[in-house]
T-cell receptor
């Protein structure tokens, strides 16, 4: 089992560029989410999804878009990168009963993004 | 506003010591509390607690929840250098997890 796979592991962008962080899980988890982790700020939820076709905003959604067309995939799009988006990004998934949301999260390995 | 507070923020101990990490919470609709360990990579799951007073145990690690006083503790006995990590606490509120900032534990040989 691969678990949660994130790509790329590292990325450097220039201000204003766009990019997509990919996330795929093979555990048939209904719940998927994106976090960013910054020193002193902890894990902050960007967007989450309780199932295919359903997404919702977390604490810090501005500047990011998501979609959930399949159970397996949950890509995160940066529309116009800014230096404030320099961070480590984690995708995480869990089983979910109905639309009850997060349970025990399994995390991907993380993607380190630098915006110059 | 829902919040999760962990203490201490950092801790340095010697191998063999016992440590107690604290997680207190103030949330509107508590569902469960989870502990994770994070080394220089992604967080990995340790425990999920839903009921007061029932200890969860795995090797040298144990945890318990007090829903009346709104806190949980994570105990590590006979610490080893491999226990050095950030320990994260999260509380499930409705459909989301609210995270604490973590306790950074350093175990010196």
């Amino acid at each position: 089992n691969a678990g949660v796979t994130q790509t790329p592991k590292f990325q450097v962008l220039k201000t204003g560029q766009s990019m997509t962080l990919q996330c795929a899980q093979d555990m048939n988890h209904e719940y998927m989410s994106w976090y960013r982790q910054d020193p002193g700020m902890g894990l902050r939820l960007i967007h989450y999804s309780v199932g295919a076709g359903i997404t919702d905003q977390g604490e810090v959604p501005n500047g990011y878009n998501v979609s959930r067309s399949t159970t397996e995939d949950f890509p995160l799009r940066l529309l116009s990168a800014a230096p404030s988006q320099t961070s480590v990004y984690f995708c995480a998934s869990s089983y979910s009963t109905g639309t009850s949301g997060a349970n025990v999260l399994t995390f991907g390995a993380g993607s380190r993004l630098t915006v110059l | 506003e829902d919040k999760v507070v962990q203490s201490p923020l950092s801790l340095v101990v010697h191998e063999g010591d016992t440590v107690t990490l604290n997680c207190s919470y103030e949330v509107t609709n508590f569902r469960s509390l989870l502990w994770y360990k994070q080394e220089k990579k992604a967080p990995t799951f340790l425990f999920m607690l839903t009921s007061s007073g029932i200890e969860k145990k795995s090797g040298r690690l144990s945890s318990i929840l007090d829903k009346k006083e709104l806190f949980s503790i994570l105990n590590i006995t006979a610490t080893q250098t491999g226990d050095s990590a950030v320990y994260l606490c999260a509380v499930k509120v409705n459909r989301k997890l609210i995270w604490g900032l973590g306790t950074s534990l350093a175990v010196n040989p």
